[in-house]
């Protein structure tokens, strides 16, 4: 069993920039981060996986977010620049120890094990 302890959430301005940070207690194939805004579904925002950090971002994220990972910390980090409304949501942190096999979506929530509590993040002047 793996935790996973989130950090960094809060507010901030629309393009201003946040980072968020998560922890994970044990080794992870994958980690990645989703998000679920007021009245929608969980998303998928970000990942990162395997030794060589293959890195998938969605559409609406890229070029404004950065995944990032800290093999030897165990820890994954979100760096959200440009921020936009659209952003606030609850950001949870996801992880898995099982090698994704052929297949396998990194933006499915399905494909990951271990999940944070979530952190609030909330874009707004």
């Known amino acids: 069993q793996v935790r996973l302890v989130e950090s960094g959430g809060g507010l901030v301005q629309p393009g201003g920039s946040l980072r968020l940070s998560c922890a994970a207690s044990?080794?992870?194939?994958?980690m990645g981060w989703f998000r679920q805004a007021p009245g929608k579904e969980r998303e998928f925002v970000a990942s990162i996986r395997g030794n060589s950090d293959v890195i998938e971002y969605a559409d609406s994220v890229k070029g404004r977010f950065s995944i990032s990972r800290d093999s030897a910390e165990n820890a994954v980090s979100l760096q959200m620049n440009s921020a936009e409304r659209e952003d606030t949501a609850v950001y949870y942190c996801?992880?898995?120890?099982?090698?994704?096999?052929?297949?396998?979506?990194?933006?499915?929530?399905?494909?990951?094990?271990?999940w944070g509590q979530g952190t609030r993040v909330t874009v707004s002047s």
């Open positions: 996801a992880a898995t120890d099982t090698v994704f096999i052929v297949g396998t979506r990194a933006s499915s929530a399905r494909s990951y094990r271990y």
């Open positions: 044990g080794w992870t194939y994958a």
